[in-house]
């Protein structure tokens, strides 16, 4: 069965869509059956992976409102094992027809249980917000992985992000863990970026990844083209970096890969 990892926070710019996007991509070329789910409706997962939103026919809005099965709104990506549930704008009204569900934190834990022992990882791209759709992704998640930017206010809103994520452990999912703090956008010649990097090592220690996220111009281009920075560049430091975190990743869940 598929480990499930949400990526989240709800500071704006911290790359948490381009480590979905390009993480999802490297698990794929490192020969993992990999489901990225687009669970933020400004929907850049979905267009930064090559896809036309008006051209989409169902999205994950489907799925959670009109309870349309995952099936019929995965499509494949040019990456062979790389699969993607697409988000659309329309996604902004969906916590709205959530309100009066019953069991409305867990609607989308419901979506994904049936397809779970399809993939080894299914990544969750959250939007930065705290809102209900975030509740259901960090109830529906194993884990979770918070990008942070090193740039100044790094730190800044994390005190509630992991306030949410222990709410959500006592009433929610017990089993949700922190996958680990994600460094990026780093350049070893600022002196900022080390600050930054330090101050993260200081108070989360085992719990940063060893892989950091250089600031890459490849890795802000790739979007553009529709394609993650692997098969845009797959010399870039970007595209490097993220197969050093799908490495890092896996060699991390040895044990749940081979169940």
Same mark, same amino acid.
């Given at each position: 069965?598929?480990?499930?990892?949400?990526?989240?926070?709800?500071?704006?710019?911290?790359?948490?869509?381009?480590?979905?996007?390009?993480?999802?991509?490297?698990?794929?070329? !490192?020969?993992?059956?990999?489901? $990225?789910?687009? /669970? %933020?409706?400004?929907a850049n997962a979905t267009s930064g992976l090559? &896809?036309? *939103?008006?051209?989409?026919?169902?999205?994950?809005?489907?799925?959670?409102?009109?309870?349309?099965?995952?099936?019929?709104?995965?499509?494949?990506?040019?990456?062979?094992?790389?699969?993607?549930?697409?988000?659309?704008?329309?996604?902004?009204?969906?916590?709205?027809?959530?309100?009066?569900?019953?069991?409305?934190?867990?609607?989308?834990?419901?979506?994904?249980?049936?397809?779970?022992?399809?993939?080894?990882?299914?990544?969750?791209?959250?939007?930065?917000?705290?809102? !209900?759709?975030?509740?259901?992704? $960090?109830?529906? /998640? %194993?884990?979770?992985?918070?990008?942070?930017?090193?740039?100044? &206010?790094? *730190?800044?809103?994390?005190?509630?992000?992991?306030?949410?994520?222990?709410?959500?452990?006592?009433?929610?999912?017990?089993?949700?863990?922190?996958?680990?703090?994600?460094?990026?956008?780093?350049?070893?010649?600022?002196?900022?970026?080390?600050?930054?990097?330090?101050?993260?090592?200081?108070?989360?220690?085992?719990?940063?990844?060893?892989?950091?996220?250089?600031?890459?111009?490849?890795?802000?281009?790739?979007?553009?083209?529709?394609?993650?920075?692997?098969?845009?560049?797959?010399?870039?430091?970007?595209?490097?970096?993220?197969?050093?975190?799908?490495?890092?990743?896996?060699?991390?869940?040895?044990?749940?890969?081979?169940?």
């Amino acid at each position: 069965m598929g480990k499930v990892i949400a990526l989240a926070n709800q500071k704006v710019g911290v790359c948490k869509t381009t480590t979905a996007i390009n993480l999802s991509a490297s698990l794929a070329i !490192l020969e993992k059956k990999v489901l $990225l789910i687009d /669970a %933020d409706p400004q929907a850049n997962a979905t267009s930064g992976l090559g &896809f036309d *939103l008006k051209a989409i026919e169902n999205t994950i809005y489907e799925c959670i409102v009109d309870q349309i099965e995952p099936e019929t709104a995965i499509l494949k990506t040019e990456i062979e094992g790389l699969d993607l549930l697409p988000s659309h704008i329309d996604l902004v009204g969906a916590e709205i027809e959530m309100l009066n569900r019953p069991d409305r934190e867990k609607i989308l834990k419901k979506l994904i249980e049936p397809i779970k022992d399809k993939y080894d990882y299914i990544l969750i791209d959250c939007s930065p917000s705290l809102g !209900l759709i975030t509740v259901n992704t $960090l109830t529906a /998640a %194993d884990s979770v992985i918070i990008p942070v930017q090193c740039e100044y &206010f790094a *730190l800044e809103g994390l005190g509630k992000l992991l306030n949410t994520v222990k709410i959500i452990q006592s009433r929610l999912n017990p089993e949700l863990q922190i996958e680990g703090f994600l460094l990026t956008m780093y350049d070893s010649r600022l002196n900022l970026s080390n600050q930054v990097y330090e101050e993260v090592k200081r108070h989360f220690q085992d719990m940063v990844f060893t892989t950091l996220i250089q600031r890459n111009i490849r890795l802000s281009e790739a979007p553009s083209y529709g394609k993650p920075a692997i098969l845009y560049d797959a010399a870039s430091k970007g595209a490097q970096n993220h197969l050093s975190l799908g490495k890092e990743l896996i060699e991390k869940n040895i044990p749940i890969s081979n169940n």
